[in-house]
């Protein structure tokens, strides 16, 4: 295959790029590493083989795509300095030189090629319209030229060094991505933020801090989403996360121990399984919206018990806010991973090694269990927590047509008793959701704790009038909020999802609470059909109290 000339199209053949790593190999050994061993050098060479295993092209040309393969070699001789003369693919104007930095060139297509020219310390990426000198720092940028930057952060004498890369195509998920540079404003931003989560994870888990020194090699920055730390990473591209900036140091390090986590199990699957194949996506988590297979609630559960074991630490560190935060956090996030590591402990899908390490990580979660949190954050924690379940219920479980059926029927006979059969607690998640999700309300515990009790109405746009009264503990407004909400649309989630969370908090253990809590995805299908059934629409709190003289 590599000896077809059509593969590289207008590029070297793979001859002559096999020809420079090996003198630059002879030279610099270290910067051949370095390139191979980078994040996106992985993800790049994962995502070419599934182009070959699928027979697809991919987003670019295929010999695009090969052609990194050259701009690699590139990198690799301009590191080694050595003189050479190659071709590389041009994306859009856009030449990556791999942990070096990207030439923006003038091109007349989307796809087209340029040389890079080298006489040692001397480089430049030529195409017929442009000519891009590289400065002696390569770190340096100018309007052609974007260096990859790195930021160092230092706590006492453990310096961490990184790469924070907006340019490299391969840095996303799942299809190359264009560059997506940073303001010089942000940049800082993320210095300043990486310099106190720094300091946090020295302080908390040095050990582990220690092992971010040779496991953590790029970050990728996305923009800020309010309240919300978002990030990701994937097992092809180790040492590499994708995070959104965040709000606050301390979630900037609960994000890179998350990611790190993510980064370290990948590695470890790259040598022994922990699973077979089983692509179903059947578990619920907390910490997603969406049912998850095996793989990734394995993998959630790893980096969730990373997550927790730094909340732990740094509630045990801080007092105040702080303190209250990260108790809400640590309680949060320890029932979550430990409930979620419970379900999958017996699943046959599981190897004998998957099953080892499950076990590894429930000996450290569970003498964490009984350990108190501060004031009322193990009550928010379990609220939250609660309201998750039943929205993730709510969205992705399908009550059986009959036993809906025969509920409608038993309410509009008149009856005192539902004649169905009780809930079925065995329902597989469909993959479509029946409704949207904002999970406002968590999202404005965060921001009330961020912020403190001043935080303002508007600091989750998604959030209602009747989210934010149940937030500050009005629990009788946010129940004739919700109430109102359903008055309005009969199938929404959240209020419905709000209703319980508002009964079960004025009358614990109701039947209408239960019920809301325990199968509030029955309860709305069974009042959908009795709305299309009757001329007026039953009050949600009374068929909720209704079906629940049947849950358990």
């Known amino acids: 295959m590599t000896k077809d ?5 207008p590029l070297d053949q793979l001859d002559d790029v096999w020809e420079l790593l090996a003198r630059a190999e002879r030279v610099a050994p270290d910067a051949r590493d370095l390139l191979l061993s980078h994040p996106y050098t992985g993800a790049w060479a994962g995502y070419v083989t599934k182009l070959i ?3 697809i092209t991919g987003l670019c040309p295929f010999w695009m795509h090969v052609g990194h393969l050259h701009a690699v070699a590139a990198a690799v001789a301009i590191r080694a300095r050595i003189s050479f003369v190659l071709h590389i693919p041009v994306w859009n104007g856009n030449a990556i ?8 060139l003038v091109t007349d297509s989307p796809y087209s090629v340029a040389e890079v020219r080298a006489d040692r310390d001397v480089v430049e990426i030529i195409n017929q319209h442009t000519v891009v000198r590289l400065p002696r720092d390569h770190a340096d940028s100018s309007p052609r030229w974007w260096g990859v930057r790195t930021v160092a952060t230092r706590s006492g004498d453990v310096e961490l060094s990184v790469r924070l890369d907006d340019v490299d195509p391969y840095r996303g998920l799942y299809e190359p991505v264009p560059p997506q540079r940073l303001s010089p404003t942000d940049t800082a931003a993320w210095q300043r933020e990486l310099n106190k989560a720094w300091k946090i994870l020295c302080r908390c888990l040095p050990e582990l801090a220690d092992g971010f020194l040779d496991g953590l090699d790029s970050l990728v920055p996305r923009p800020a989403v309010p309240i919300r730390n978002l990030s990701a990473s994937t097992g092809e591209a180790f040492g590499s996360a994708i995070i959104a900036q965040p709000t606050d140091s301390a979630s900037m390090a609960a994000t890179l121990v998350h990611e790190f ?8 699957l790259h040598m022994i399984p922990l699973y077979d194949h089983d692509p179903d996506e059947r578990f619920y988590t907390l910490w997603r919206e969406d049912p998850r297979p095996i793989a990734g609630v394995l993998s959630g559960i790893h980096a969730f018990s990373g997550v927790t074991a730094f909340w732990r630490a740094l509630a045990r560190h801080e007092s105040g806010s702080l303190g209250r935060r990260a108790d809400f956090e640590f309680a949060y996030w320890r029932d979550g991973t430990w409930r979620t590591l419970q379900s999958l402990s017996d699943d046959p899908h599981l190897t004998e090694a998957g099953r080892q390490f499950l076990s590894s990580i429930a000996m450290r979660i569970r003498p964490m ?9 193990g009550e928010l924690a379990s609220a939250a927590a609660a309201d998750h379940r039943a929205g993730w219920q709510i969205r992705y479980l399908r009550p059986q047509p009959d036993t809906v059926a025969s509920y ?15 809930p079925d607690n065995r329902l597989m998640p469909t993959p479509v959701p029946d409704g949207g999700w904002t999970g406002a309300r968590t999202d404005l515990i965060r921001a009330r704790l961020l912020k403190g009790s001043a935080a303002p109405a508007d600091a989750v746009p998604d959030a209602t009038a009747a989210d934010l009264a149940y937030v500050c503990g009005d629990v009788d407004d946010a129940l004739r909020g919700y109430r109102d909400e359903l008055a309005v649309d009969g199938d929404a989630p959240d209020a419905w999802v709000g209703l319980g969370l508002c009964l079960s908090a004025r009358e614990p253990g109701s039947a209408a609470a239960r019920a809301l809590q325990s199968c509030p995805e029955l309860v709305r299908a069974v009042h959908r059909a009795v709305r299309t059934k009757a001329e007026s629409t039953p009050p949600p709190d009374e068929l909720a109290d209704w079906i629940g003289r049947s849950v358990c």
Do not use: F, K
């Not at 000339?5 to 199209?9: E, I």
């Not at 269990?369 to 954050?377: G, I, K, S």
């Not at 006979?413 to 004649?419: E, I, K, L, N, R």
């Open 5 to 9: 000339p059509n593969l590289v199209g």
């Open 261 to 268: 986590h993510h980064n370290l199990l990948g590695g470890l």
């Open 97 to 104: 030189v791999p942990t070096i930095g990207l030439a923006r």
């Open 408 to 422: 409608a029927d038993s309410w509009l006979a008149g009856q005192d008793w539902p004649s169905a059969l009780e």
């Open 53 to 55: 295993r699928d027979r």
């Open 369 to 377: 269990l009984d350990e108190p949190v501060l004031d009322r954050m």
